[in-house]
């Protein structure tokens, strides 16, 4: 059984010059798991991952990589790989050659370096793309030749700085499976920054939730979703209304809702429906209450079909009293 930590963060800070970007944020990374950063533009998670790195000098705190202290240690000594956003694929460089250069600057003889490249770029199955340029690769296979670069030095972390974002939303849930399944069979941590909910609920072994420079909420993505501490949790990580309470506001998962007339005391919303979409297996519909108030619910379509509503239509949402549950954290 795995335990242990391979990264920990002790009250880490870090200022722009008057900016506070982090502020005092303690995290513990579980040996050989899936973490994601997850938070919208300047919430911090950037400069969190550069720190890691060494890229980035933290002004207060600690950071811990298997139990060592490598607050001041650079880059090179903390046991960690970064692959960026932009894959930074040297452009005269093959394939190949982008993914020994590290071991090049290492001093490995080439025989060697050649070798173990064309290793990694099997393991991410771009071994028969080993000669060609960057400018001859799709998005997806440069991001393979990123990876595998990163990987070559046998990091204790990978971390991964939105590596997603450039792909169309197929190949995204390709490589989605493909960064998973490769680190669960290399058993190292991952830590992977996306402003996606959908991409951290799917990758993630440990969901991180930030907003402002402050961790907002960290567990499973299941334990994040089913229950959300804030306000700002259930609505950024979605599917979730947020409603005023009897005693301070409450969550409802949107799935859990349903258009029906309340019945036996039932928690409701009444409304007209402001909006209708289509989603496939889901029909997403929005209710607005006279008082502003907006609710939606993801009605199964055969359901919706059987018995449907337009925008201006009276409605009441429905949900039970079991699905709700307080936000503590306001």
Not at 68 to 88: C, E, H, I, L, W
Not at 202 to 223: F, S, T, Y
Not at 287 to 310: I, K, Q, R, W
């Amino acid at each position: 059984m795995v335990t242990g930590h391979d990264v920990e963060l002790v009250a880490v800070t870090k200022r722009y010059g008057a900016t506070l970007a982090v502020d005092q944020i303690s995290l513990r990374v579980a040996r050989a798991s899936y973490c994601c950063l997850l938070g919208p533009s300047g919430c911090g998670k950037t400069s969190i991952l550069r720190m890691i790195a060494g890229h980035e000098p933290v002004s207060e705190g600690d950071i811990l990589i298997g139990n060592k202290n490598v607050t001041d240690f650079p880059p090179v000594k903390r046991g960690t790989a970064m692959m960026f956003q932009s894959y930074a694929l040297f452009p005269h460089l093959s394939c190949l050659d982008n993914v020994a250069f590290s071991l090049k600057m290492r001093g490995v003889a080439k025989a060697e370096r050649r070798v173990r490249a064309l290793e990694f770029l099997a393991l991410v199955r771009m071994e028969a793309f080993a000669e060609r340029l960057p400018s001859q690769l799709s998005g997806g296979q440069q991001q393979r030749v990123a990876l595998a670069r990163s990987l070559i030095t046998k990091p204790r972390v990978l971390l991964l700085d939105e590596p997603l974002s450039a792909l169309d939303p197929f190949l995204r849930g390709r490589m989605r499976e493909e960064l998973k399944k490769l680190q669960r069979d290399l058993a190292i941590s991952f830590i992977h920054v996306t402003h996606s909910q959908e991409e951290a609920m799917a990758l993630a072994d440990l969901m991180v939730v930030m907003e402002d420079g402050h961790i907002r909420q960290a567990g499973a993505p299941r334990q994040v979703f089913e229950r959300p501490k804030s306000p700002f949790v259930a609505r950024f990580i979605g599917g979730h209304n947020v409603l005023s309470g009897e005693h301070g506001p409450i969550a409802v998962r949107a799935d859990r809702c349903r258009l029906a007339k309340a019945t036996n005391g039932e928690p409701h919303l009444s409304g007209r429906v402001a909006a209708v979409e289509y989603q496939g297996s889901l029909v997403r519909v929005v209710l607005e209450t006279d008082h502003g108030e907006g609710a939606t619910a993801l009605v199964a379509d055969n359901t919706f079909y059987a018995s449907p509503v337009g925008p201006g239509d009276p409605a009441t949402l429905v949900w039970s009293a079991d699905d709700a549950h307080d936000l503590t954290d306001v």
